[in-house]
């Protein structure tokens, strides 16, 4: 479906850049406003470790006090492809919105494509950005941006399966700049 050029909802929804009021600590996520090309590796409990590709877009939106992503993969053509044999269409959306009382962050992530949803709370830590929450099911989560450049950072995805005494890596993404 091709969009009008003028779409009052996505008008409605973007910002320009962040809230002036908050702008300072708007750019913990802000500075990764734009597209990204990333490389996947999908580590599992038997060992095996699985390539893939994709894309993320991040944005200001709701009048630029929070950031809205948009990761998807396998990338553009290939999309419409399907994915890989073995592998899923991941296609999920992030709002986060910065809390100025806790200077914490609230996130929500959804992937409709695989009915998989998370709730976390995120905050910078020594360089890094780290995000804690709980799967569905109970089980405590970790996703962490570390490495950040203004051209690339790295993305982890890991579990706990002893209320975070240590943590199993069940996904990694390189990010490099569209």
């Not at 990204?36 to 390539?51: P, R, T, V």
Request: proline residues 8%.
């Amino acid at each position: 479906m091709k969009l009008p050029a003028s779409n009052p909802f996505l008008e409605a929804l973007h910002a320009a850049g962040p809230d002036p009021q908050h702008a300072e600590a708007l750019q913990l996520y802000g500075r990764f406003v734009g597209s990204w090309n990333l490389e996947l590796s999908d580590y599992f409990a038997d060992g095996a470790i699985d390539q893939s590709e994709g894309e993320w877009h991040f944005g200001w939106v709701l009048q630029g006090r929070a950031i809205q992503d948009v990761w998807i993969a396998p990338p553009g053509p290939r999309r419409n492809q399907g994915p890989p044999a073995g592998y899923p269409l991941r296609y999920g959306t992030t709002i986060r919105m910065y809390q100025p009382q806790t200077q914490t962050w609230r996130i929500n992530w959804i992937d409709p494509a695989l009915g998989f949803w998370v709730t976390q709370v995120g905050r910078a830590d020594d360089g890094c950005i780290v995000q804690l929450g709980q799967t569905v099911e109970g089980t405590p989560m970790r996703w962490s941006f570390r490495d950040i450049t203004p051209r690339s950072f790295r993305w982890l995805g890991e579990v706990s399966d002893d209320d975070g005494a240590s943590w199993h890596l069940q996904l990694e993404m390189r990010a490099r700049r569209a």
